[in-house]
């Protein structure tokens, strides 16, 4: 299964349209609004311009689009990292395209990001979410509260990745 990450533009409008369904929005406090979805669009292409984050949408060699993953800047107790998110549509998960894209955006991270940590913050109870980061090589850091969106209290499972050390490995060129 070959899985590309292409850099989100503005013809990825319909593809976040599509992710903002009840299915796909119920680990996340439910849909958007229209109008937010737009600002939501509007953001991704501002976070690419300006370089301390990368959106991507999933392809496949079959599918144009399967989803959107990316990475921006933030931090986790008090230590800078870079935060990772991602959303395949519901017609194609459960095929591996999820794990396959953490996989891409993780190698993307350790080449253009500068912090030493990837971390994602899936709920406790999004098993899917969950099974990517730990296949993709996440390690699992426990549980917390946080709130997503904001004032809507969630439990998430926390997994981060050091791309300090893949960084490394590739300049000794033990990895690719």
Known sequence: MAVTLLPYDDGDFPVLQ?????????FLGGPETPE?????????????????????????DEHPAVGIIGWWESE???QKVQEV?????????????GTEALRALTRDAAERGTRALLVANPRTDSTGSNAVCERSGFSFQGEEDDEYPPGNPIRTNVWTFDLGALREARRQGYVT
């Open 85 to 97: 998110g991602w959303s395949v549509l519901s017609e194609f998960q459960g095929r591996g395209y």
């Open 76 to 78: 986790w107790h008090d």
């Open 36 to 60: 937010a979805v737009e600002q939501r669009h509007a953001k991704y292409l501002r976070l690419n311009s300006e370089g301390d984050a990368r959106m991507f949408r999933i392809a496949t």
């Open 18 to 26: 599509a992710a903002n369904s009840p299915e796909m929005t119920r």
